[in-house]
């Protein structure tokens, strides 16, 4: 089975605007800034063989001001500027009550399922409270990086930002890596 590591996208992998006590997501691709400085940490954890996989609630595609197409086309930038395997989405409000909204694990047990997981190995990297409360119930470790958006909730580890919660990955668990050996040779009578 394989072993993932599964990120928050606004504030973790994208630049957000914080308004008041919130982080605001982009709302067009114009104003969708990928954190470039996230690439060679992304690079490390793909070449120890952890799967990239982003997790993000999108509830203004629910309510109407995020038009889907252009939230492809944000997904889209993304997947062409980082090493990411896929993006799982809930495009849903919290009011509808959805498995698939963080802090509900529905996501990490879709991606489970669809990527055959072993979620005992895999992480969650975010900077917010939901994130860690899902990877608890899916069986992830949680890595919170240190923001006004880290709740007083469960998490594995806190660490200063996404260099070191990638460091903490790699450090902690690396995957299982199959070692092809060689069978000695028989001799045939």
């Known amino acids: 089975m394989k072993a993932a590591v599964?990120?928050?996208r606004d504030g973790v992998l994208n630049q957000v605007r914080v308004a008041g006590r919130n982080q605001v997501a982009p709302m067009c691709l114009e104003e969708f800034r990928i954190r470039?400085?996230?690439?060679?940490?992304?690079?490390h954890l793909k070449a120890a063989g952890y799967?990239?996989?982003v997790?993000?609630?999108?509830?203004n595609v629910a309510r109407g001001l995020l038009p889907r197409r252009e939230l492809d086309r944000m997904h889209d930038m993304l997947r062409r500027a980082l090493p990411v395997d896929d993006i799982l989405l809930?495009?849903?409000e919290e009011s509808d009550r959805c498995n698939c909204r963080k802090p509900s694990a529905g996501l990490f047990t879709e991606a489970a399922f669809r990527w055959h997981l072993d979620m005992e190995r895999s992480f969650v990297i975010s900077?917010?409270?939901?994130?860690?409360?899902?990877?608890?119930?899916?069986g992830c470790n949680s890595v919170l990086?240190?923001?006004?958006?880290n709740g007083s909730g469960h998490h594995d580890f806190l660490v200063n930002g996404f260099?070191?919660?990638?460091?903490?990955?790699?450090?902690?668990?690396?995957?299982?890596?199959?070692?092809?050996?060689?069978?000695?040779?028989?001799?045939?009578?």
């Open 6 to 8: 599964f990120l928050e």
């Open 36 to 43: 470039e400085d996230v690439r060679e940490s992304l690079e």
């Open 51 to 53: 799967l990239i996989l």
């Open 55 to 59: 997790t993000t609630n999108q509830p």
């Open 90 to 92: 809930c495009a849903h």
């Open 127 to 138: 900077d917010k409270w939901q994130d860690s409360s899902a990877a608890f119930v899916a």
């Open 145 to 149: 990086m240190k923001s006004p958006w």
């Open 163 to 189: 260099g070191e919660a990638c460091q903490k990955v790699l450090q902690f668990n690396h995957p299982v890596h199959h070692v092809r050996v060689p069978l000695p040779q028989l001799a045939l009578a």
